[in-house]
């Protein structure tokens, strides 16, 4: 039996629903993102967003680091969308006329049908993406998950299972639009770390001067440079104070060497492509 939602959530879930109905309603008179943090999952979008969240500039969408319309969300439509994020007057009183918003929703990287849509809706939007050791990246998404009650085995056996679990599931939902694919969605550990095939789905739609590709180690190890190079290409001016913080982590167990290892080795062929496309090494490669 599930526990009753305190007053606190009940109350907190009536504002999401009024704010949205309005959202909706004014939506003529808000702002359109004009970036997306797109991906990949468990690679330091939240800590991405919250940061840009920080600049004087930048307008978050309310409520949500990621509202999850072009993914899941589409058959809402676009006023839906449109509602999320502040009026053109609120924003440009708070951040001044070079406001600009946005929102950071990972599953758009990977969903199959979410670019298309994104350049239908968003035609000038600029997409940031951020990367990390998909090694790394595949045992955090399965704790993560599991977590979320969304896997139960362990980690080995998920993956053992996954090429069966997504086994159609592009076909899928591609042929079904408002298909939900709860395994590809959630299980699909090693799939989403070949960070290439995505990369390049995405400069097929948008071409590569609108993608910017960040290391996120590169990222937390060293954040103002990795910072500074996302404002230039969201033509924000340089801002001070901002203050750089890891979200979203969770703790877990090692993995063990072998299985690291054969995954390693998974990753280097799509790594090496990852390097000459992007024309520089990844950190986990250096």
Known sequence: MSRPLTMRTRARRTVRVVTRAVGRLTHTHRMRPGFLVVGAQRCGTTSMMKTLGQHPSVMPAVFHKGVHYFDVNYDRGLPWYVGHFPTVRAA?????????????SPY????????????????DVRLVVLVRDPVERAYSAYTHEKARGFETEEFPHALELEPVRIAGEVDKLRAEPGYDSDHWRHNAYVTRGQYIEQLEHLESVFGRERLCVVDSQDFFDDPAPAFAEVERFLGLPSAGGIEFERHNARPR??????????????????????????????SWRR
Do not use: K
């Not at 998974?266 to 496309?277: G, I, M, Q, V």
């Open 253 to 282: 167990s090692p993995m063990p060497d072998e299985l690291r290892a054969r995954l390693d080795e998974h990753y280097r062929p799509y790594d090496e492509r990852l390097a000459a496309w992007w024309g520089r090494t990844p």
């Open 108 to 123: 758009y990287m990977f969903h199959p049908l979410a670019p298309e849509r994104i350049a239908v809706d968003l035609p």
């Open 92 to 104: 440009r009183r708070a951040a001044g006329p070079r406001a600009v918003t946005g929102e950071s």
